[in-house]
């Protein structure tokens, strides 16, 4: 029974400690992918990608909120994602 319970709490610090270290860390795939890259990937799933120059600065930052939710990405991705957007408006 000692026995059953030590590896319970084993498995669990394993469970909980494996999560925190890697939970909130960027892969290094995503670090080193570019704006253009990910919107690639993932702007053209559910509809046509829109382009640099289609929207201005701001909508592109509401976009970039809405679309996050949408496609279900990172924070760190859509901001590399509205910044390249935002490149052809500067
Ligand atoms: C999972 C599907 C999905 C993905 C992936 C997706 N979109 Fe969308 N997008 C939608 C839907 C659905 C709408 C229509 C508005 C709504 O119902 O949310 C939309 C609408 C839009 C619009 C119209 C304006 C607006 O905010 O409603 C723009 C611009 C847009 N998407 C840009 C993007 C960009 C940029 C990306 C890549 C980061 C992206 N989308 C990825 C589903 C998606």
New binding site residues.
């Given amino acids: 029974m000692k026995k059953l319970i030590t590896y319970i709490v084993i498995i669990a610090i394993f469970i909980t400690g494996g999560t925190a270290l890697t939970g909130c860390y960027v892969s290094s795939k995503v670090a080193n992918k570019s704006g253009a890259q990910?919107?690639g990937e993932?702007?053209?799933?559910?509809?046509n990608?829109?382009g640099p120059g289609?929207?201005n600065n701001d909508?592109w930052d509401?976009?970039?909120t809405?679309?996050?939710i949408?496609?279900?990405?990172t924070k760190t991705?859509?901001d590399k994602?509205?910044e390249f957007?935002k490149s052809a408006n500067n």
């Fill in positions: 990910l919107w993932n702007c053209n799933r559910c509809h990608a829109p289609e929207f909508n509401i976009i970039g809405h679309m996050q949408r496609a279900n990405l991705e859509v994602i509205t957007l």
